[in-house]
């Protein structure tokens, strides 16, 4: 009889290919082969194995089997196809994705490691106080079974050690431990925390290590030897012999969806593995996300809070205070500059935090009003005094800096609004004598540059730090006992409905930073809009209210966590072309919204809005539109997904143009 073998390759198909396995090939689920594919060689993975074939024409023969057993084990690749099917992504690219590089170019899986085990003692315990105990019980207790815990604890109130002592737990039961962080940044204290506590095989994944490296790491977790990985949000899709404990830190971090290609959230992907492999799953934050907020107050989740710092550290005071051009120097004010006086004079530590690189984000013409516009988006070019560049951070594209306008020849150029480069050029002025480390992804390349500047920052006395998102999140800075606060009122005034609620998450983060220890903190929030009602509720009350009050304007608007939403993207050379292929879009989504052809209930609703044009419509020279679709129910929109885009993979009119859908969009305006 002859067998035949489903194989999924790597590429943007949305369906697998049916191949005759040989009758000397062992094969199963899970293998990796060789197969012919047009007028290439390339590497496939097996998903079934079955007794007939749908194909009426001659079907080719598997080259060669490269695995002696599966090196995708069944729940990874039961992960692998939900996600698939969820996101509405071709299950090559999601399977293939799964596998490190160097696997999925057909390598072999032995490889050679000279890593010795680790010989090191475990870390104490460290006594915890009534709040932690509470939330160590509730978990301890559930952890042979899948729940999920949301844990909102205030920075500093030692989620940290709440973590190692549950980890601790499932370590005593033979069981390996995920830990999901949002960044790469993050990685190199995360590993030294775990590793001055766990006396465990520890390794971390992510796209900053090499092929071989991250290969090892991979093996390790599959094969049981390594006791913890730490991982960014690839790491969701590691096969582990005996996964027993998931925990997502920062979870309400956007760093978790993935914004190319592939549009996964990792935090909800590693719920539905938890909920597959039947194991608990932690998510903590400072400042948890509405959604999960949400799934906790209607009992999906369960709520643990800890309200209270640990040890002898207090919160911040906030303080607003009204900034104009007219009272800024670079953008600081002289009240701000008074505190940073006081606070350095005490040999503390100052960080000031503005989400913006370079020097200025626009160079401007005074006599004509030209302004220094990227050639290839609509986005002006940002100054990069140092660097004598005008550089688009959006496609890279760069120029010289002009000393004369290019439209009017006057000399009358200026440089409008800070970066990183330009407030710490401002503080080296006034403090000549501090030292002063800026860091952004300008200053830093690569994470031992990172851990050079931390060390230098913790061996330091008083000094002045200066960065973007990358000092926001998780950095435990003991001196540091003022922070500023600059440059978020845009974020005040979008038009998008999540912007309120990263904004108000950034802001409480970097807060975080400030008194952690025995030395109290004072937060100083420069603005234009000190009256803003949601800014004075943020800083007046907890986080709780602030979320409480912003899902009631979600519900009242039907807006997610009360509705679900997809998002078309068209992108091409010309609109017209990007308009076009959305707007047939449009018309197959509304003509597969009659009854006739799709049923639903009676209390379901869906709305299909017309194409307009993405936030920045042009970029690296093509043009971007976008659809947006709005349901009541899950359901009913992976129905009308599901229904329509078998059929726009065929449809030829939709040539000329790129199109992508990505399932609970992050960036919508």
């Known amino acids: ?87 509405q992504h071709p299950i090559g690219e999601v399977l293939l994705g799964a596998l490190p590089k160097r696997l999925r170019q057909g390598k072999s899986l032995n490889i050679h490691s000279n890593e010795a085990s680790p010989q090191r003692k475990s870390g104490p315990n460290l006594s915890l106080n009534e709040q932690q105990q509470r939330a160590f019980e509730a978990i301890r207790n559930q952890l042979e079974k899948f729940n999920v815990f949301l844990l909102h604890g205030i920075t500093g109130s030692g989620k940290t050690e709440l973590y190692f002592q549950v980890i601790d ?29 766990f006396a465990a095989p520890i390794y971390t994944i992510h796209s900053g290590l090499t092929d071989k490296t991250r290969l090892t ?22 096969p582990f012999k005996n996964l027993g404990l998931i925990i997502v830190d920062e979870e309400h971090d956007a760093s978790f969806k993935q914004q190319d290609s592939f549009h996964y959230s990792a935090r909800d992907v590693a719920i539905k593995r938890a909920q597959q492999l039947n ?114 951070h959006h496609c890279g594209h760069q120029e ?101 609620e990263s904004t108000a998450q950034l802001i409480l983060q970097v807060a975080g930073r400030a008194g952690r220890e025995t030395k109290p903190g004072t937060v100083l929030l420069q603005t234009l ?44 050379k010309q609109i017209q072309k990007a308009s076009d292929c959305l707007r047939l879009i449009q018309r197959l989504l509304k003509s597969a919204l009659d009854p006739a052809v799709m049923p639903r209930d009676d209390d379901t609703s869906i709305i299909v809005y017309d194409p307009i044009p993405a936030p920045m419509q042009r970029k690296a020279g093509f043009y971007h539109m976008q659809l947006l679709i709005q349901a009541s129910s899950r359901q009913i929109l992976q129905k009308l997904l599901n229904h329509v885009l078998p059929n726009l993979a065929k449809n030829k009119s939709l040539q000329g143009a790129r199109w992508t859908v990505e399932v609970d969009p992050m960036d919508l305006f």
Not at 544 to 565: D, I, N, T
């Open 279 to 392: 194991i608990p799953i932690m998510l903590g934050s400072a400042t948890p996300s509405s959604e999960s907020y949400h799934n906790a107050l209607t009992k999906k989740y369960q709520l643990l809070e800890l309200t209270e710092r640990a040890g002898n550290a207090t919160l911040p005071e906030f303080k607003l205070i009204h900034a104009t051009p007219q009272n800024s120097d670079n953008g600081l004010t002289e009240e701000t500059i008074i505190n940073i006086q006081q606070h350095l004079a005490r040999e503390e530590q100052v960080l000031i935090f503005i989400n913006r690189r370079g020097y200025a984000p626009a160079w401007f013409c005074q006599s004509c009003h030209w302004q220094a516009n990227c050639g290839r988006c609509d986005s002006h070019l940002v100054l990069h005094k140092k660097d004598k560049k005008l550089i688009c």
């Open 169 to 197: 737990e499932a370590l005593k039961r033979n069981q390996q431990v995920l830990f999901l962080i949002p960044e790469i940044s993050l990685s190199p204290q995360t590993l030294q925390r775990f590793q001055r506590r």
């Open 1 to 87: 009889m002859t067998h035949y073998a489903e194989i999924a390759i790597d590429a943007p198909l949305r369906t697998t290919f049916d191949y005759v396995i040989s009758q000397d090939m062992a094969l199963k689920p899970g293998m990796r082969v060789k197969i012919p594919f047009g007028r290439r060689t390339v590497t496939g993975l097996v998903t079934q194995i079955k007794t007939d074939t749908q194909l009426t024409c001659e079907v080719k023969s598997i080259l060669e089997c490269l695995d002696q057993a599966p090196i995708l084990s069944p729940d990874v690749m039961q992960l692998c196809t939900w996600a698939s099917q969820y996101y």
């Open 400 to 500: 010289k800096i002009t000393s004369t306008c290019p439209q009017c020849q006057s000399r009358s150029l200026l440089a409008l609004g800070e970066g990183t480069q330009r407030v710490a050029e401002t503080l080296e002025n006034l403090f000549a004598n501090t030292s002063i480390f800026r860091i952004d992804r300008d200053v830093i390349k690569n994470k031992n540059q990172l851990e050079e500047q931390l060390d230098n920052i913790h061996t330091n006395g008083a000094c002045i730090l200066v960065g973007t998102q990358m000092l926001s999140k998780g950095h435990h800075f003991p001196n540091v006992t003022l922070v500023v606060i600059l440059g978020i009122d845009h974020g005040l005034m979008s038009h998008d409905f999540h912007a309120l």
């Open 529 to 572: 809009q000190p009256e803003h009602p949601q800014l004075q509720l943020l800083i007046q009350h907890p986080y709780e209210v602030f979320l409480k009050e912003l899902l009631k304007e979600r519900q009242q608007f039907h807006l997610p966590p009360f509705a679900f939403m997809a998002l078309f993207r068209a992108e091409a």
């Open 217 to 238: 790491a991979w093996t390790r977790a599959r094969d049981g030897e390594a006791a913890i990985i730490i991982g960014t949000r690839s790491s969701i899709f590691t």
